[in-house]
Protein backbone atom coordinates (compact mmCIF):
# COMPACT_ATOMS: atom_id res chain seq x y z
CA UNK A 1 0.00 0.00 0.00
CA UNK A 2 2.79 2.22 0.91
CA UNK A 3 4.72 1.28 -2.23
CA UNK A 4 1.89 2.31 -4.19
CA UNK A 5 1.37 5.53 -2.77
CA UNK A 6 4.44 6.61 -2.60
CA UNK A 7 5.12 6.00 -6.82
CA UNK A 8 1.71 7.77 -6.90
CA UNK A 9 3.05 10.68 -5.38
CA UNK A 10 6.59 10.20 -7.46
CA UNK A 11 3.98 10.73 -10.66
CA UNK A 12 2.57 13.59 -9.75
CA UNK A 13 5.90 15.66 -8.92
CA UNK A 14 7.42 14.72 -11.99
CA UNK A 15 4.01 15.96 -13.49
CA UNK A 16 4.31 18.93 -11.76
CA UNK A 17 7.71 19.59 -12.59
CA UNK A 18 7.45 18.98 -16.64
CA UNK A 19 4.26 21.84 -16.59
CA UNK A 20 6.64 23.53 -14.88
CA UNK A 21 9.10 23.46 -17.48
CA UNK A 22 7.05 23.53 -20.55
CA UNK A 23 5.72 26.83 -19.15
CA UNK A 24 8.93 28.12 -18.95
CA UNK A 25 9.85 27.18 -22.56
CA UNK A 26 6.99 28.63 -23.68
CA UNK A 27 6.78 31.59 -21.87
CA UNK A 28 10.59 31.87 -22.96
CA UNK A 29 9.89 31.79 -26.75
CA UNK A 30 6.67 33.40 -26.17
CA UNK A 31 8.38 36.60 -25.27
CA UNK A 32 10.63 36.38 -28.19
CA UNK A 33 8.04 36.01 -30.91
CA UNK A 34 5.87 38.83 -29.08
CA UNK A 35 8.82 40.86 -30.07
CA UNK A 36 9.38 39.89 -33.81
CA UNK A 37 5.21 39.70 -34.02
CA UNK A 38 5.67 43.84 -32.81
CA UNK A 39 8.53 44.55 -34.76
CA UNK A 40 6.55 42.93 -37.80
CA UNK A 41 3.73 45.00 -37.39
CA UNK A 42 5.17 48.53 -36.79
CA UNK A 43 7.16 47.37 -39.92
CA UNK A 44 3.73 46.71 -41.89
CA UNK A 45 2.53 50.32 -40.58
CA UNK A 46 5.14 52.49 -41.83
CA UNK A 47 5.20 51.03 -44.99
CA UNK A 48 1.22 51.70 -44.78
CA UNK A 49 1.71 55.36 -44.90
CA UNK A 50 4.71 55.09 -46.80
CA UNK A 51 2.29 53.27 -49.78
CA UNK A 52 -0.12 56.63 -49.11
CA UNK A 53 2.05 59.24 -48.57
CA UNK A 54 3.51 58.42 -52.20
CA UNK A 55 -0.11 57.19 -53.81
CA UNK A 56 -0.91 61.49 -52.96
CA UNK A 57 2.27 62.38 -54.94
CA UNK A 58 1.15 61.80 -58.52
CA UNK A 59 2.23 63.47 -62.12
CA UNK A 60 -0.48 65.74 -61.07
CA UNK A 61 1.03 67.13 -58.06
CA UNK A 62 4.76 66.70 -59.12
CA UNK A 63 4.06 69.36 -62.12
CA UNK A 64 2.60 71.62 -59.78
CA UNK A 65 5.52 72.10 -57.46
CA UNK A 66 7.72 72.08 -60.69
CA UNK A 67 5.73 75.03 -62.43
CA UNK A 68 4.60 77.00 -59.55
CA UNK A 69 7.61 78.68 -58.79
CA UNK A 70 7.17 80.39 -62.46
CA UNK A 71 3.85 81.60 -61.76
CA UNK A 72 3.64 85.39 -60.51
CA UNK A 73 0.98 87.83 -58.97
CA UNK A 74 0.62 90.63 -61.17
CA UNK A 75 -0.70 94.24 -58.99
CA UNK A 76 -1.58 97.25 -61.43
CA UNK A 77 -1.89 100.63 -61.22
CA UNK A 78 -3.60 102.75 -63.98
CA UNK A 79 -5.51 105.99 -64.83
CA UNK A 80 -8.94 105.94 -66.07
CA UNK A 81 -11.30 108.39 -67.54
CA UNK A 82 -15.05 109.16 -66.82
CA UNK A 83 -17.22 110.95 -68.20
CA UNK A 84 -18.79 113.38 -65.89
CA UNK A 85 -22.61 113.06 -65.58
CA UNK A 86 -23.59 116.47 -65.44
CA UNK A 87 -20.90 117.42 -68.06
CA UNK A 88 -23.71 119.27 -69.92
CA UNK A 89 -24.91 121.13 -67.04
CA UNK A 90 -20.65 122.27 -66.43
CA UNK A 91 -20.63 123.17 -70.11
CA UNK A 92 -23.41 125.49 -69.60
CA UNK A 93 -21.28 129.35 -69.89
CA UNK A 94 -22.88 130.39 -66.70
CA UNK A 95 -21.95 127.66 -64.74
CA UNK A 96 -18.32 127.56 -66.13
CA UNK A 97 -17.26 130.54 -64.93
CA UNK A 98 -18.13 129.39 -61.40
CA UNK A 99 -16.70 125.52 -62.21
CA UNK A 100 -14.11 126.28 -64.64
CA UNK A 101 -13.89 123.22 -67.24
CA UNK A 102 -13.87 120.59 -64.90
CA UNK A 103 -16.98 119.45 -65.26
CA UNK A 104 -16.69 116.92 -68.50
CA UNK A 105 -14.11 114.11 -67.43
CA UNK A 106 -12.85 113.07 -64.47
CA UNK A 107 -9.71 110.72 -64.37
CA UNK A 108 -8.94 108.20 -61.52
CA UNK A 109 -6.79 106.16 -60.35
CA UNK A 110 -7.54 102.27 -60.24
CA UNK A 111 -6.13 99.32 -58.84
CA UNK A 112 -6.76 96.07 -60.72
CA UNK A 113 -4.69 92.57 -60.45
CA UNK A 114 -4.65 89.29 -62.71
CA UNK A 115 -1.99 86.88 -63.75
CA UNK A 116 1.26 85.88 -65.31
CA UNK A 117 4.10 83.23 -66.37
CA UNK A 118 7.79 83.66 -66.26
CA UNK A 119 9.29 82.37 -70.11
CA UNK A 120 12.91 82.90 -69.61
CA UNK A 121 15.73 83.28 -66.77
CA UNK A 122 16.18 86.92 -67.42
CA UNK A 123 12.82 88.15 -66.84
CA UNK A 124 10.45 88.05 -69.58
CA UNK A 125 6.74 87.70 -68.38
CA UNK A 126 3.69 87.32 -70.10
CA UNK A 127 0.23 88.30 -69.25
CA UNK A 128 -2.90 89.64 -70.89
CA UNK A 129 -3.09 92.65 -72.36
CA UNK A 130 -6.19 93.39 -70.92
CA UNK A 131 -4.89 93.09 -67.52
CA UNK A 132 -1.98 95.14 -68.28
CA UNK A 133 -1.92 97.45 -71.31
CA UNK A 134 -3.27 101.12 -69.63
CA UNK A 135 -0.98 100.34 -66.68
CA UNK A 136 0.94 103.43 -65.38
CA UNK A 137 2.76 100.92 -62.50
CA UNK A 138 3.29 97.63 -62.35
CA UNK A 139 4.53 94.92 -60.02
CA UNK A 140 4.90 91.12 -59.70
CA UNK A 141 5.00 89.07 -56.99
CA UNK A 142 6.79 85.87 -57.30
CA UNK A 143 6.30 82.90 -54.87
CA UNK A 144 9.63 83.43 -53.02
CA UNK A 145 7.43 86.73 -51.63
CA UNK A 146 10.71 88.60 -53.77
CA UNK A 147 8.17 92.13 -55.74
CA UNK A 148 9.65 93.15 -58.85
CA UNK A 149 8.61 96.44 -60.64
CA UNK A 150 7.70 95.54 -64.20
CA UNK A 151 7.97 97.04 -67.18
CA UNK A 152 5.72 96.44 -70.59
CA UNK A 153 7.82 95.70 -73.54
CA UNK A 154 5.02 95.98 -75.74
CA UNK A 155 1.15 94.79 -76.06
CA UNK A 156 -1.23 93.62 -78.49
CA UNK A 157 -4.98 94.77 -77.91
CA UNK A 158 -6.10 92.35 -80.94
CA UNK A 159 -4.77 89.23 -79.61
CA UNK A 160 -4.93 90.27 -75.84
CA UNK A 161 -1.29 89.47 -75.28
CA UNK A 162 1.43 91.07 -73.40
CA UNK A 163 5.04 90.94 -72.46
CA UNK A 164 6.51 92.57 -69.51
CA UNK A 165 10.18 92.26 -68.24
CA UNK A 166 11.27 92.42 -64.68
CA UNK A 167 15.21 93.19 -63.99
CA UNK A 168 16.40 90.20 -62.56
CA UNK A 169 18.18 86.96 -63.65
CA UNK A 170 18.21 83.13 -62.77
CA UNK A 171 14.48 82.94 -62.20
CA UNK A 172 12.81 79.94 -63.01
CA UNK A 173 10.37 80.02 -66.03
CA UNK A 174 8.19 77.35 -67.82
CA UNK A 175 8.74 75.47 -70.93
CA UNK A 176 6.70 76.18 -73.76
CA UNK A 177 4.55 73.28 -75.13
CA UNK A 178 3.30 72.93 -78.52
CA UNK A 179 -0.61 73.46 -78.41
CA UNK A 180 -1.06 72.07 -82.23
CA UNK A 181 -0.34 68.42 -80.01
CA UNK A 182 -3.18 68.97 -77.81
CA UNK A 183 -5.45 65.77 -77.02
CA UNK A 184 -9.31 66.39 -76.15
CA UNK A 185 -9.96 64.69 -72.67
CA UNK A 186 -5.61 65.23 -71.55
CA UNK A 187 -5.29 66.59 -68.19
CA UNK A 188 -5.34 70.58 -67.51
CA UNK A 189 -4.31 72.54 -64.99
CA UNK A 190 -4.62 76.08 -64.57
CA UNK A 191 -2.57 77.98 -62.38
CA UNK A 192 -2.74 81.90 -61.18
CA UNK A 193 -3.77 84.43 -58.65
CA UNK A 194 -7.48 84.63 -58.60
CA UNK A 195 -9.21 87.12 -56.28
CA UNK A 196 -5.98 88.72 -54.97
CA UNK A 197 -5.29 85.23 -53.15
CA UNK A 198 -1.58 85.38 -54.43
CA UNK A 199 -0.96 88.74 -52.13
CA UNK A 200 -1.61 86.65 -49.09
CA UNK A 201 0.41 83.44 -49.16
CA UNK A 202 2.60 84.11 -51.95
CA UNK A 203 1.72 81.19 -53.65
CA UNK A 204 -0.89 80.39 -57.20
CA UNK A 205 -4.09 78.86 -56.47
CA UNK A 206 -4.04 75.75 -58.45
CA UNK A 207 -7.77 74.05 -60.69
CA UNK A 208 -7.17 70.59 -62.97
CA UNK A 209 -9.60 69.75 -65.19
CA UNK A 210 -9.30 68.23 -69.02
CA UNK A 211 -9.05 69.72 -72.36
CA UNK A 212 -12.97 69.78 -73.33
CA UNK A 213 -12.13 71.22 -76.97
CA UNK A 214 -9.82 73.10 -79.26
CA UNK A 215 -10.55 75.46 -82.12
CA UNK A 216 -13.26 77.58 -80.56
CA UNK A 217 -13.51 81.00 -82.02
CA UNK A 218 -15.27 83.63 -80.01
CA UNK A 219 -17.28 86.83 -80.64
CA UNK A 220 -14.26 89.88 -79.88
CA UNK A 221 -14.45 91.74 -76.98
CA UNK A 222 -13.31 95.17 -76.83
CA UNK A 223 -11.41 95.14 -79.93
CA UNK A 224 -9.52 91.97 -78.97
CA UNK A 225 -10.37 88.54 -81.11
CA UNK A 226 -10.49 85.34 -79.55
CA UNK A 227 -10.00 82.53 -82.55
CA UNK A 228 -9.01 78.84 -82.36
CA UNK A 229 -8.78 79.00 -78.48
CA UNK A 230 -8.87 76.01 -76.07
CA UNK A 231 -11.69 75.39 -73.72
CA UNK A 232 -11.02 73.32 -70.45
CA UNK A 233 -13.30 72.98 -67.43
CA UNK A 234 -10.62 73.72 -65.15
CA UNK A 235 -12.01 76.34 -62.97
CA UNK A 236 -10.58 79.85 -63.70
CA UNK A 237 -12.18 82.67 -61.84
CA UNK A 238 -11.44 86.63 -61.24
CA UNK A 239 -8.00 87.13 -61.45
CA UNK A 240 -6.42 84.46 -62.87
CA UNK A 241 -6.26 86.10 -66.21
CA UNK A 242 -2.93 86.08 -67.69
CA UNK A 243 -2.24 82.62 -65.83
CA UNK A 244 -0.73 79.54 -67.25
CA UNK A 245 -2.72 76.53 -68.39
CA UNK A 246 -0.27 73.69 -68.34
CA UNK A 247 -0.62 70.13 -69.35
CA UNK A 248 0.35 66.90 -67.24
CA UNK A 249 3.88 66.97 -67.63
CA UNK A 250 4.67 70.95 -66.63
CA UNK A 251 4.29 72.38 -70.47
CA UNK A 252 2.36 75.53 -70.83
CA UNK A 253 -0.16 75.09 -73.68
CA UNK A 254 -2.33 78.48 -73.02
CA UNK A 255 -2.90 81.29 -71.58
CA UNK A 256 -6.02 81.47 -69.05
CA UNK A 257 -8.10 84.41 -70.60
CA UNK A 258 -11.88 84.34 -70.32
CA UNK A 259 -14.83 82.36 -68.62
CA UNK A 260 -18.34 82.41 -69.80
CA UNK A 261 -21.05 82.37 -66.83
CA UNK A 262 -24.92 82.02 -66.42
CA UNK A 263 -27.14 84.59 -66.28
CA UNK A 264 -24.72 86.88 -64.91
CA UNK A 265 -23.39 84.81 -62.26
CA UNK A 266 -19.83 85.33 -60.98
CA UNK A 267 -17.14 82.74 -60.83
CA UNK A 268 -16.50 79.53 -62.98
CA UNK A 269 -19.19 77.22 -64.70
CA UNK A 270 -16.52 74.97 -66.61
CA UNK A 271 -16.45 77.20 -69.26
CA UNK A 272 -12.88 78.56 -69.49
CA UNK A 273 -10.89 79.48 -72.60
CA UNK A 274 -7.18 79.93 -72.44
CA UNK A 275 -5.37 81.47 -75.93
CA UNK A 276 -2.94 78.58 -77.92
CA UNK A 277 0.70 78.58 -76.70
CA UNK A 278 1.71 78.35 -80.57
CA UNK A 279 0.03 81.74 -81.30
CA UNK A 280 1.61 83.18 -77.99
CA UNK A 281 4.78 82.36 -78.99
CA UNK A 282 4.31 84.24 -82.64
CA UNK A 283 3.13 87.42 -80.91
CA UNK A 284 5.71 87.59 -78.27
CA UNK A 285 8.15 87.23 -80.80
CA UNK A 286 6.97 90.51 -82.69
CA UNK A 287 6.71 92.24 -79.12
CA UNK A 288 9.91 91.50 -78.36
CA UNK A 289 11.66 92.42 -81.54
CA UNK A 290 9.34 95.86 -82.53
CA UNK A 291 7.16 96.25 -79.34
CA UNK A 292 3.81 95.84 -81.38
CA UNK A 293 2.70 93.58 -84.08
CA UNK A 294 2.59 95.35 -87.69
CA UNK A 295 -0.65 94.82 -89.13
CA UNK A 296 -0.67 97.76 -91.51
CA UNK A 297 -2.33 96.46 -94.80
CA UNK A 298 -4.99 97.15 -96.60
CA UNK A 299 -7.35 94.56 -98.05
CA UNK A 300 -8.38 96.28 -101.01
CA UNK A 301 -12.57 95.04 -100.90
CA UNK A 302 -15.54 94.79 -99.32
CA UNK A 303 -18.09 91.80 -98.29
CA UNK A 304 -21.29 91.37 -96.93
CA UNK A 305 -22.67 88.42 -94.46
CA UNK A 306 -24.28 85.62 -96.55
CA UNK A 307 -28.35 85.02 -95.98
CA UNK A 308 -30.18 82.01 -96.74
CA UNK A 309 -31.06 83.65 -100.38
CA UNK A 310 -28.02 84.17 -101.32
CA UNK A 311 -26.84 80.36 -99.89
CA UNK A 312 -29.99 79.02 -101.94
CA UNK A 313 -29.06 80.74 -104.91
CA UNK A 314 -25.16 80.39 -105.08
CA UNK A 315 -25.96 76.37 -104.22
CA UNK A 316 -24.20 76.38 -100.67
CA UNK A 317 -24.81 73.96 -97.99
CA UNK A 318 -25.67 76.66 -95.55
CA UNK A 319 -25.67 80.72 -94.63
CA UNK A 320 -22.16 80.91 -93.90
CA UNK A 321 -18.82 82.56 -95.78
CA UNK A 322 -19.30 86.52 -97.02
CA UNK A 323 -19.56 87.19 -100.65
CA UNK A 324 -17.38 89.85 -102.47
CA UNK A 325 -19.26 93.40 -102.60
CA UNK A 326 -16.12 95.23 -104.45
CA UNK A 327 -12.37 94.88 -105.08
CA UNK A 328 -10.40 98.03 -105.66
CA UNK A 329 -7.61 98.24 -108.81
CA UNK A 330 -4.29 97.99 -107.80
CA UNK A 331 -4.71 96.58 -104.19
CA UNK A 332 -3.87 93.30 -103.25
CA UNK A 333 -7.33 91.90 -103.78
CA UNK A 334 -7.16 92.72 -107.56
CA UNK A 335 -3.34 91.26 -107.41
CA UNK A 336 -4.75 88.25 -106.21
CA UNK A 337 -7.61 87.97 -108.50
CA UNK A 338 -10.35 88.04 -105.92
CA UNK A 339 -13.84 89.38 -108.31
CA UNK A 340 -16.82 90.45 -107.38
CA UNK A 341 -19.30 87.66 -106.61
CA UNK A 342 -16.99 85.27 -105.21
CA UNK A 343 -17.88 83.85 -101.95
CA UNK A 344 -14.78 83.14 -99.11
CA UNK A 345 -15.10 80.17 -97.31
CA UNK A 346 -12.03 80.02 -95.60
CA UNK A 347 -8.38 81.33 -94.86
CA UNK A 348 -5.76 79.28 -94.27
CA UNK A 349 -7.36 76.38 -91.40
CA UNK A 350 -9.77 78.96 -89.98
CA UNK A 351 -13.66 78.60 -91.53
CA UNK A 352 -15.08 81.94 -92.52
CA UNK A 353 -18.78 82.14 -91.09
CA UNK A 354 -19.57 86.32 -91.45
CA UNK A 355 -17.55 89.80 -91.38
CA UNK A 356 -16.54 89.71 -87.88
CA UNK A 357 -14.94 85.99 -88.35
CA UNK A 358 -12.97 87.23 -91.80
CA UNK A 359 -11.64 90.78 -89.67
CA UNK A 360 -10.92 88.12 -86.69
CA UNK A 361 -9.00 86.03 -89.02
CA UNK A 362 -7.25 88.78 -90.96
CA UNK A 363 -5.87 90.29 -87.61
CA UNK A 364 -4.16 86.54 -87.03
CA UNK A 365 -1.37 88.09 -89.24
CA UNK A 366 0.64 91.22 -89.95
CA UNK A 367 2.09 92.94 -92.71
CA UNK A 368 3.58 91.21 -95.68
CA UNK A 369 2.28 87.78 -94.86
CA UNK A 370 0.75 85.56 -97.55
CA UNK A 371 -2.49 83.54 -96.82
CA UNK A 372 -4.34 81.43 -98.86
CA UNK A 373 -7.95 82.60 -99.31
CA UNK A 374 -11.00 79.64 -99.70
CA UNK A 375 -13.75 80.91 -102.39
CA UNK A 376 -16.62 79.42 -104.31
CA UNK A 377 -17.23 81.66 -107.75
CA UNK A 378 -19.72 79.73 -109.11
CA UNK A 379 -19.71 75.95 -109.60
CA UNK A 380 -15.98 76.16 -108.67
CA UNK A 381 -13.55 75.63 -105.82
CA UNK A 382 -10.73 78.05 -105.68
CA UNK A 383 -7.76 78.57 -103.61
CA UNK A 384 -5.92 81.91 -104.10
CA UNK A 385 -2.81 83.28 -102.45
CA UNK A 386 -3.23 86.94 -100.85
CA UNK A 387 -0.66 88.94 -100.09
CA UNK A 388 -1.87 91.34 -97.07
CA UNK A 389 0.20 94.31 -98.42
CA UNK A 390 1.14 97.29 -96.36
CA UNK A 391 -0.73 100.78 -96.94
Known sequence: MLNKLSLLCFIIILSLSNSIFSASIRFSYGAKGGD??????????????????????????????????????????????????????FNDPFFRQFFGNGGGTNTQQVKSLGSGYIISEDGYIVTNDHVAH?????????????????????????????????????????????????????????????????????????????????????????????????????SINGGNSGGPLVNSVGEIIGMNTIIYTAGGAQGSIGLGFAIPINKIKKIVAGLKENGKIDRDFYPGFTVQNIDEGIAKTSNLENAK????????????????????????????????????????????????????????????????NYKLEKK
Open 321 to 384: GVIVLSVEKNTAASKAGLEVGDIILGVDNFRISNDISLVGVLNEYHANQVIKIKIQRGDENLTI
Open 36 to 89: SLFSYALDKREKAIDEISNSRRNIITETVKKVSPSVVGINVTELRQYNNPFGDF
Open 134 to 234: NATEIYVTMTNGKRYKAKIVGTDQISDICLLKVEANNLPYLTLGNSDDIIIGEWAIALGNPFGLFDINDKPTVTVGVISATGMNLDPIDNRFYLNMIQTDA
